[in-house]
């Protein structure tokens, strides 16, 4: 775990978050959209050394300027070895908590006429959420595998997927999807 200025609270490392998840469920997701054919992306958050990318008016990352942690090679911010991707798959580097904001992921998305999203990840409560309310304000039909994200709130996350995500996505399971892809 690791401390912020702006947050005194703990807070957990993604690592930490990921083992409350199913990775066993999103390998099972993973290896289905392969066997599918379907593009698979994936998404870190990551900075260059100095924080380039950080403007000391965002209360969510400023805090990290003095810290040396989500460097581009730092081990928090690469993808947990047992969702490895493949060379042709595209890793996705964010600098902001939402996947969609300057990055390369709706040009991917909308040059292979991409219309549907599964979403699994941590937190629930940062990257997932953002990413859900831009994908539905964008007009994609979206999937939240609720048993595929984690955040360090239970609560938090029971909440968003019982009574804020089904307003925009269809809720869904590692299993259910699995299945919907024609998994085992």
């Known amino acids: 775990m690791h401390r912020s200025r702006s947050n005194p609270k703990p807070v957990p490392s993604c690592s930490w978050i990921f083992k409350t998840a199913s990775s066993r469920g999103a390998a099972k997701v993973l290896d289905g959209a392969r066997r599918a054919g379907a593009l698979r992306l994936f998404v870190r958050v990551a900075f260059r050394p100095g924080y380039p990318e950080i403007s000391a008016r965002n209360m969510g990352f400023s805090a990290l300027k003095n810290t040396n942690m989500f460097l581009l090679d730092a081990p928090e911010t690469q993808i947990v070895s047992a969702l490895e991707p493949r060379a042709d798959e595209p890793v996705i580097i964010k600098h902001r908590v939402g ?36 994908a539905a304000d964008a007009d994609y039909r979206i999937i939240a595998v609720a048993d595929g994200c984690a955040d360090a709130d239970a609560e938090v996350h029971r909440v968003l997927f019982e009574k804020v995500f089904p307003r925009q996505a269809t809720v869904a399971t590692c299993e259910g999807v699995s299945a919907a892809l024609g998994g085992q």
């Open 99 to 134: 996947a969609f904001g300057a990055t390369a992921l709706e040009p991917i998305l909308r040059s292979r006429r991409i219309e549907t999203l599964v979403l699994l990840g941590i937190a629930t409560s940062g990257v997932v959420l953002s990413t859900l309310r831009h």
